[in-house]
């Protein structure tokens, strides 16, 4: 089946640095990547929509200039969270769309980033 | 703003018995709906996909859509406790970029 890659899975860091979050469609091309957040027993809030080769569009209320985000090859899609602030602490994940099997067939997610800032 | 609607329980079921969970949305023009299971402190695995009003079994579960009505639900028969989890209800908004839009999720408790 689809696998979704996702890394690293726990990740401290100091406040004020940027953190690196990869996510790889190990064995299909991923045309399109979601990057969703989510707080404890929340459900989970998309933050935004990565097309390979192309801007992500930001959900609103999202910072582009904080979460930037890279979508490099049909694999491979980042997010980077920019001078991280203790409220940034949250389990990021990354779904992505098969580029043939299309979106009727649900989308497949990452394992999950647990970023905690301190 | 589209949405989707589910009961954040906790729904509590005895071991061996059935477990239903509803869900309902808002956009009369989705076409795509999905139920995923998320163990806590985990990312969200799809169990079931239905597209069609009726129902869908896989195994122990069965998925039902109902169009007219908006809504959509997951039979769990035989629960375990290793169903215990949070199933998230999602749509794919028609024509809204392939985003899907989830539900709060329903925590389900399958008790020994």
């Known amino acids: 089946g689809a696998v979704v890659s996702q890394h690293p899975s726990r990740v401290i860091c100091k406040s004020g640095t940027s953190v690196k979050i990869e996510c790889r469609s190990l064995d299909f091309q991923a045309t399109t990547m979601f990057w969703y957040r989510q707080f404890p027993k929340k459900s989970l809030m998309l933050m935004a929509t990565?097309?390979?080769?192309?801007?992500?569009?930001?959900e609103q209320g999202v910072e582009k200039d904080k979460f930037l985000i890279n979508h490099a090859s049909l694999t491979l899609s980042t997010l980077t969270v920019t001078s991280a602030h203790p409220e940034d602490s949250s389990f990021y994940i990354c779904?992505?769309?098969?580029?043939?099997?299309?979106?009727?067939?649900?989308?497949?997610f990452g394992s999950g980033t647990r970023l905690t800032v301190v | 703003q589209k949405e989707v609607e589910q009961n954040s329980g906790p729904l509590s079921v005895p071991e061996g018995a059935i477990a239903s969970l509803n869900c309902t949305y808002s956009d009369r023009g989705s076409q795509s709906f999905f139920w995923y299971r998320q163990y806590s402190g985990k990312s969200p695995e799809l169990i079931m996909s239905?597209?069609?009003?009726g129902d869908k079994e896989d195994g122990r579960f069965t998925a039902q859509l109902n169009k007219a009505s908006q809504y959509v639900s997951l039979l769990i028969r035989d629960s375990q406790p290793s169903d215990s989890a949070t199933y998230l209800c999602?749509?794919?908004?028609?024509?809204?970029?392939?985003?899907?839009?989830f539900g709060t999720g329903t925590q389900l408790k399958v008790e020994l």
């Open positions: 239905i597209y069609s009003n």
């Open positions: 779904s992505a769309r098969d580029r043939i099997r299309g979106g009727n067939y649900g989308y497949t």
């Open positions: 999602a749509v794919l908004q028609p024509g809204g970029g392939n985003k899907l839009t």
């Open positions: 990565s097309n390979e080769g192309s801007k992500a569009t930001y």
